[in-house]
C-alpha cells in the first residue's frame, strides 16, 4: 500500500525481465544452422538485395565493427592497436584479404552469427567460443547480418 517504500529501477536499468529461453520473437524464430557445411550453399537473401540501404549499413558497420576492423576494413581499428600492443590475440581480420572477399556469403553470414571464423570453430566442436569477437546473432538481426555480408563482399 506504500509505494514510496518499494524498489524503483529507471528505464533500462537492471533488473531486467527477460523472455522466456524458448520464445519466439514476433517475427520468427531464425533458423539455427550445425555446421559450416549448412551455412555454405546459403545466398544473400533476395529481400535483402532489394532493400539494401548503403547508407544504413554503412552506420551499422560503423557502430558494430569499425572499432576492430578499421574504417578500410583491414583490422586496423583502434581496438586491434589495443589488442596488438598487449600481445592479445587473435587480431581483427583483414576484411579486405582475398581468404574473406573469395568466401561464401553463406560462411560470412557464419562468422558475423557466431564471433569469427575463431569463435564458429570453436562452436562446431561443441566448445565455448574464446573470440574476442562477440555473436551478432545476439546484438543484430539476421536482416542486419545479411547486410553486412554484401556490404563487405562489394568493397
Known sequence: ?????????KSQEGPRVLPPPESVP???REFRYASLDEYRPLTIPQPVAESYDGAMVEEVYRVNCLMCHGANMRGEGPTAAVMEKRGLSPLPANLTLE???????GEIFA?????GR??????EKDRESASPMPAFQFLLTEQERWMLVKYILDR
Open 1 to 9: 500500500s506504500e509505494m514510496h517504500y518499494q524498489p524503483s529501477y
Open 111 to 115: 562468422f558475423i552469427t557466431e564471433g
Open 99 to 105: 581468404m574473406t572477399q573469395e568466401s561464401l556469403p
Open 118 to 123: 575463431q569463435g564458429y570453430a570453436l562452436i
Open 26 to 28: 514476433v517475427t520468427g
